[in-house]
């Protein structure tokens, strides 16, 4: 039985994707509206939602589900 060695070679993105793709999808940080500091970080697709985000999530700290807006 033969072996066969197969060599991978990683292939890298064609240049200037990379800024397209974070340009177009920021990394933003959502804080509690409640108060208590506590953050979630998440991806918002700017022509989908070229606002601020507000999202409903669970806040460990108020032990309850609110209301967290992007900060910038």
Same mark, same amino acid.
């Given at each position: 039985? &033969?072996t066969?060695?197969i060599?991978?070679?990683a $292939?890298?993105?064609?240049k200037?994707t990379?800024?397209?793709? !974070?340009?177009?999808?920021?990394v @933003? &940080? %959502?804080? !509690?509206?409640?108060g208590t500091?506590y953050?979630? $970080?998440?991806? &918002?697709n +700017?022509?989908?939602?070229?606002?601020?985000l @507000? %999202?409903? &999530?669970y806040?460990? $700290? %108020?032990? +309850?589900?609110?209301?967290?807006?992007e900060?910038?």
């Amino acid at each position: 039985m &033969k072996t066969i060695a197969i060599w991978l070679r990683a $292939v890298q993105p064609p240049k200037g994707t990379e800024m397209a793709r !974070s340009a177009l999808r920021p990394v @933003v &940080k %959502l804080r !509690s509206a409640a108060g208590t500091g506590y953050t979630y $970080v998440t991806r &918002k697709n +700017r022509r989908n939602d070229p606002g601020r985000l @507000v %999202l409903r &999530k669970y806040d460990p $700290v %108020l032990g +309850r589900h609110t209301d967290f807006r992007e900060e910038r």
